[in-house]
């Protein structure tokens, strides 16, 4: 149980693009999900919190306007990455949790950005 | 500050046993987390305490000393399998995940 589908795996795509990346709570619904991003040998780096019906909550120097997060059921949200530069390039991670704070966060395979 | 420490990198043997530390300060406290993640691939759930003492699971097992803010994983019968970096993290008074910046673990045969 609590399988957290992430798509797509890899997107390659030229500066200015937007690409949008979808995570799925496949066999719970999540009130709660979450976005990451993680550099090569780093950990990783909360960029929002995301709550079903509410607009997202980001953490402080992510930019509200360039990630744009979407929580539209208790199964789906979605991040988009608008008008992408090669800055951009990371590893995105999803995660979701199934009940209370208490719960573990079930992660996404994640999505591999690269902005050429 | 809020911070999580954990060794950067660390090897052991196949078959042997190692344990991997972590200290953390946190905000209040709502218990650690363990989570797997091997190279390219996202984390998987490892364990959870928010009690004081060892949790055994299989061949992993997490340990939590709130009195000390430190808790460790223990892994035995190192399989190459195990091979991966393990990230700990503390829950704060608003349920936040302080994230460690993980330790790589290194099997050799």
């Known amino acids: 149980g609590a399988v957290v589908s992430q798509h797509p795996s890899w997107v390659i795509c030229k500066s200015g693009t937007s690409v949008k990346i979808e995570c799925r709570s496949l066999?719970?619904?999540?009130?709660?999900m979450f976005w990451y991003r993680q550099f090569p040998k780093q950990s990783l780096m909360l960029m929002a919190t995301s709550n079903e019906g509410s607009k997202a909550t980001y953490e402080q120097g992510v930019e509200k306007d360039k990630f744009l997060i979407n929580h539209a059921s208790l199964t789906l949200s979605t991040l988009t990455v608008t008008s992408a530069h090669p800055e951009d390039s990371s590893f995105y991670i999803c995660?979701?949790?199934?009940?209370?704070?208490?719960?573990?966060?079930?992660f996404g395979d994640g999505t591999r950005l690269s902005i050429l | 500050g809020q911070n999580i420490d954990q060794p950067t990198e660390m090897t052991a043997t196949e078959g042997a046993i190692v344990q991997i530390n972590c200290t953390y300060q946190t905000s209040g406290f709502n218990g650690l987390f363990w989570y797997q993640q091997h190279a390219g691939e996202a984390p998987t759930f490892l364990s959870y305490?928010?009690l004081d003492g060892l949790e055994e699971k299989g061949r992993f097992s997490s340990f939590l000393s709130r009195s000390k803010g430190y808790s460790y994983l223990l892994l035995k019968e190192l399989q190459m399998k195990d091979s991966a970096s393990y990230l700990c993290a503390g829950m704060d008074s608003n349920y936040q995940l302080i994230w460690g910046a993980g330790t790589k673990l290194i099997i050799k045969p």
């Open positions: 305490n928010v």
């Open positions: 066999d719970f619904q999540a009130t709660t």
């Open positions: 995660s979701a949790r199934d009940g209370t704070e208490y719960q573990p966060q079930h």
